[in-house]
């Protein structure tokens, strides 16, 4: 019996070689009657190569290797040459309270604000902090001295922490595009909701490589990695482009990228810095140009109205690291802005805290600032545009 099974396995063995002929990489194995010019050759190795004419068959593995090698997508992926500032940047001198809605008494004293003798209020508003400089406990209650010797009762105050974010420090220049994951979402198998899978989840402020990016109805769709889509609301992109702007001579400039709600710095025309931004929102766009810096302050009050309502009324403490570019827009430290990322300010440039300390040191009194809108949605009639607001 073994000796029929050993006589049956070395047949087949002969016909195989004889019917089949075993293709080794990188050899020429002979088929006469084909008619393709590549059925000659055997499949190239598994790799990211240019293999040399005639040499082996790009097919297979090495076929889909060099198809993602020609967007970018390498095995093993570079790493992206970035570093954050340093984390005291974060740290400022000051501490901010969110006061409530409706209209605050405040008080010259802590004596009066025992008494009631009010001085004055602040008026009724969403978007109304103080930077405080005392607290004290009494048996009447927590009260809050604001910055200009305020007195208010803590029964309207609610403490606050500066939110933290730093952008990238570019150590090197690069190819390609990178982007933070603005909100929490998933990935795609392909681009669009229809014949795909989700693959993968993603949170706000993780950072992703982008390779292709298409349009899929009204929507576009970014390439994030092998068969992996992401829609581009979810996402604030940086594409190196160290090209200056018309009429920046100096080889240093910021950029304001509306559309992915970016901030860029380039500085002997190479990228040096990037990060995420809040722009004004509609109607309040922050206006597209190029300008330059007109004054920097520390820190400064910031307040104002813009409908005949009011209804938009802001008031803005030791808003930190003010830089005034065009009237009343600029460029600063937002404590209050927890969504950096989204048009959300009254025509500033909307930074945190950390980003606007960081940008504050680098820049000199006459940057240039160059804010566009790659999709063109942002009104650029000069007539449009008041003075602007935080």
Not at 40 to 65: H, I, K
Not at 131 to 144: E, L, P
Not at 191 to 210: A, E, H, I, Q, T
Not at 333 to 339: A, E, R, V
Request: aromatic share 14%; charged share 20%.
């Amino acid at each position: 019996m073994k000796r029929r099974i050993i006589l049956w396995v070395a047949l087949l063995l002969i016909a195989s070689f004889t019917l089949s002929p075993i293709a080794i990489p990188g050899t020429v194995v002979a088929q006469s009657k084909s008619t393709d010019v590549n059925a000659d050759l055997a499949l190239c190795l598994p790799g990211v190569f240019e293999s040399l004419p005639g040499t082996c068959m790009q097919a297979g593995p090495s076929q889909r290797l060099n198809e993602l090698a020609a967007v970018g997508i390498t095995f093993p992926q570079e790493p992206l040459p970035v570093t954050h500032p340093p984390y005291d940047l974060y740290k400022i001198p000051f501490s901010y309270a969110l006061l409530d809605n409706a209209e605050i008494p405040v008080y010259s004293s802590l004596e009066d604000a025992l008494n009631g003798n009010r001085s004055g209020s602040l008026a009724s508003s969403r978007l109304k902090y103080i930077s405080y400089i005392d607290r004290k406990v009494t048996d009447s209650g927590t009260f809050y001295e604001n910055s200009k010797g305020q007195w208010m009762n803590g029964e309207y105050v609610s403490r606050v922490s500066v939110p933290y974010l730093q952008g990238y420090l570019i150590k090197s220049q690069f190819s390609g595009s990178f982007a933070w994951v603005k909100q929490e979402g998933q990935s795609r198998t392909a681009p669009g909701y229809v014949g795909s899978n989700p693959l993968k989840s993603y949170f706000r402020m993780d950072v992703v490589r982008v390779y292709e990016t298409r349009l899929v109805g009204d929507a576009e769709w970014d390439m994030i990695g092998p068969d992996e889509w992401i829609e581009h609301r979810f996402i604030g992109k940086v594409t190196p482009n160290p090209t200056p702007p018309e009429g920046v001579t100096n080889g240093r400039w910021i950029e304001v990228n509306l559309y992915e709600q970016t901030l860029t710095v380039y500085d002997n025309a190479k990228l040096i810095f990037a990060t995420l931004i809040s722009s004004g929102s509609d109607p309040f766009y922050t206006q597209p140009g190029l300008f330059q810096v007109y004054k920097k302050l520390d820190h400064d009050e910031m307040y104002g109205s813009f409908t005949a309502d009011r209804s938009d009324y802001y008031y803005l403490e030791d808003v930190p690291y003010i830089m005034y570019y065009d009237e009343a827009r600029a460029l600063h430290g937002s404590y209050w802005n927890t969504m950096l990322g989204y048009p959300a300010s009254h025509g500033c440039v909307n930074l945190s805290a950390a980003d606007a300390h960081w940008l504050f040191n680098w820049a000199n009194q006459g940057e240039w600032v160059y804010v566009w809108d790659p999709s063109g949605k942002t009104p650029t009639d000069p007539a449009y545009y008041g003075p602007g607001g935080a």
